[in-house]
């Protein structure tokens, strides 16, 4: 029977795994993952391959070629049948292939984002993947986490854990130590915490009692394997075309026979022949395919460049964005903290050093000083060690942080004024803490010295502190606190860029065992001031200055004080010379006039986690499409909200992960310019595969049209057209895929969201493309038939200038508007010179291989011929250019693409 793991204490959990508080050591850590394997759920069983297979089948463009070829077999055409069939076939296969080949994409970037833990092994804590996790780890929570594993609770600090994923709870559980009810149901389970839940506030110590499928979320894992589909806004659109053109194309079919029946006398037989060459020849069967590994293909690149896709419809909004709010330290800085200037009551001191490097002096005036005769810095350093859950510790000579920056450039300050870190926190232990939040915007420890001593630190941003003292620390004596004198020093600090946090503290009598808010709300006495720089990224810079070019509104959201914020700005060049607004601000805002402020302002400060869910609301409400970072786990909500959400993968919770589209590995502000960029290539090139393929089925089914119309011998007959199609789509038009993003691509206004997909330019291009291409492969069939040469012979020709001219029409389809006449336009993409290549080898197959030539009618050309099909092939490529000549010179260029 299994160990009811909730309805016994804590130690004899601990005894019954075999475990303690110290963690396991390596050791058995080895023994137990070999005895229990990793902790994942097995992935959700897969389609067989079959069922995908014949799924490709099930759309209807594919219904109306199996009809096609039902009815060509009917008519005892056995080899055409054979070859729509075979195309049918060689169709589903390759829609099978690269529909496995995206799926594999994805999976990819699932496993890049693979959750942490934090662990006690031996005593020392560090994160490790929680893949690795065994049963007797001892795993810390804290807000934002998600639980890695079934863990019963040993150590509970105000734990919140949301728990809806399994009990459909929406509402946060509080979370005790006590044993509960064997037969409590799962909700009612409080000193346990599940895997896959979400803590929203707290910390915790848990020892892990079930891992992988044997975690509860493992038990009822296979209903909530959710397999992602490869399915986006613009390809559903694109579906829905596929199908409304199928309809018109039946339409078209059925009022084609009726006309060639009726009006122009042709046989029944060689109707039926031209309709179904109509059908397959409007079809842009490979169209689906081509675009979803288009898609694919983009969201690798971006993984490359370090963003995480991880829902598909994000890649297409990213174009559209027209607001990034973006968070301040860590991603438009470097979110290396270092303590410059430190104030202690009517004293400034510098500070020198590096980084997270522990030495460094204090400079008064000009002079370095010996902290002797400064006792109060060195109680700034000595708190500043304490109040503080950063550790610094030196790696082969370079100092490394594990923990919160700010606490890192806090606990280098307590060092540089003299402490040694281990010594001070083993002689005051912290008893009781109240952990940092941004809500709140202070931390609180409780100490008992080994002399009897107790006391609260405090620290915190400045009001916070300010808020709750009542004196000025000063030498031996406290001296009454003046706000406004000290409210000006931290301004002063702020107005040159430097994150500013006080520091108070409070003695109590050692009765003092736990720390609650209602100890600290007052009768603190303030020790001093700390001022530590973070610099901007000098990418980020960048990067802020190439979306405001795109047109794209950049805000900073920040939880500094407002003249931090601002100095930040003007340094990235966000908000400069514009106002800047408070959370408080906000706060007496209605949302109306929000929405009124918010297009002018553009550093939002001291602003916390629900002020960010009211701005996107605003933006949003003024027409705008916002993406907005985050990383707490309060910051889920705006997440969720906007339009592109964007989570950090080096200090972001789980929770915020979740809760967006996109996840930055690197959490820099210039990946998510580059991911924008990225956004605007993948859509371009998707409307730049339709642009390609499109004509060459306008310009079959037109060339069938005419024929039937004028009552000639149809210039390219049904398998012909099947193999043009075919041969083109998985060469040439996959190129596009490849295709690198334009150079004005972040030159050009964000799309509308409204736009079209078949924006009046698309459709005027497919247009005039189709007009082209009828017109030289009817034209040379007709003047090669005029000349008395076989019709076989005058469809070679046909079927090969249809080819050439999709070749050079492929050089011109690599740029909207700009010229193709270029180094770049014309050898840019080598994938254009192998496909090309490659398809020129398959038409002298075609024309030459008496195989090909029993199977698709053709016969040997003479090099005359080839030299004319030459000439008016590439006329496709002069038309197109001097149209978006035109286009350019006389329309504004790409401002009037739509
Ligand atoms: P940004 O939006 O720029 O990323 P943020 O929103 O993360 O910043 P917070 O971390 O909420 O900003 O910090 C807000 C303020 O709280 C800081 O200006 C600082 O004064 C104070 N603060 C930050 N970290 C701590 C900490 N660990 N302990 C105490 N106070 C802190």
Known sequence: MQFEWHTAGPDQVLEGLDSSAHGLNAREVEKRRGEHGANCLTPPQKQHAFVRFLSQFNNILIYVLIVAGAVTAALNHWVDAWVIFGVVVLNALIGYIQEGKAEKAMDALKGMLSPQALVRRDGRTGQINAETLVPGDIVLLQSGDKVPADLRLLNVKDLKVDESILTGESVPVEKTMDPVQPDAPLGDRYCMAFSGTLVTYGKAEGVVCAIGDRTEIGRISSMLAKVQTLQTPLLRRVEEFGRTLTFLIVALSVFLFMFGFFFRGYGALEMFNATVGLAVAAIPEGLPAIMTITLAIGVQAMARRRSIIRRLPAVETLGSVSVICSDKTGTLTRNEMTVRSVSVNEKDFQVTGSGYDPHGAFILGEQEVDLAEHPDVRLLGHIALLCNDAELENKDGAWVLSGDPTEGALAALGMKAGYDAVAVREEWPRIDLIPFESEHRFMATLHHNHTGKAFFYLKGAPEAVFDRCSSVHSGEQELSFDRDIWENRARDMAGRGERVLAVACKRVTMEHTALRFSDVEGGLTLIGIIGMIDPPREEAVEAVARCQAAGIRVKMITGDHVDTARAIGKMTGIGEGRQALTGQEIEV???????????????????????????????????????????????????????????????????????????????????????????????????????????????????????????????????????????????????????????????????????????????????????????????????????????????????????????????????????????????????????SALLVLLQVLFTYVPFMQRIFDTTPLELDQWLVILVVSSTVLFFVEVEKFVRRRFFGGEEHMS
């Open 589 to 835: 805002m209605d949302d109306a006039e929000l929405m009124r402020r918010v297009d002018e302002v553009d550093v939002f400060a001291r602003s916390s986690p629900g002020h960010k869910l009211r701005l996107v609301k605003a933006l949003q409400a003024s027409g705008n499409v916002v993406a907005m970072t985050g990383d707490g786990v309060n910051d889920a909500p705006a997440l969720k909200r906007a339009d592109v959400g964007i989570a950090m993968g080096l200090k972001g919770t789980e929770v915020s992960k979740e809760a967006a589209e996109m996840v930055l590995t690197d959490d820099n502000f210039a990946t998510i310019a580059n991911a924008v960029e990225q956004g605007r290539t993948v859509y371009d090139n998707l409307k730049k595969s339709i642009l390609f393929v499109l004509p060459t089925n306008g310009g079959e089914a037109l060339s069938i049209l005419f024929a039937v119309m004028l009552g000639s011998t149809l210039p390219i007959t049904a398998v012909q057209i099947l193999w043009v199609n075919m041969v083109t789509a998985v060469t040439l038009a996959l190129t596009l895929a490849f295709e690198e993003a334009e150079s004005n691509v972040m030159q050009r206004k964000p799309r509308k969201q409204t736009e079209p997909l078949l924006s009046r330019f698309i459709v005027w291009r497919i247009m005039y493309v189709s007009l082209i291409l009828v017109t030289g492969t009817f034209g040379l069939f007709l003047w090669y038939e005029e000349m008395g040469y076989p019709h076989e012979t005058a469809r070679t020709v046909a079927v090969n200038t249809l080819v050439l001219f999709e070749i050079f029409y492929l050089f011109s389809a690599r740029f909207f508007v700009r010229s193709a006449f270029s180094i770049n336009g014309l050898l840019g993409n080598r994938y254009v010179l192998y496909a």
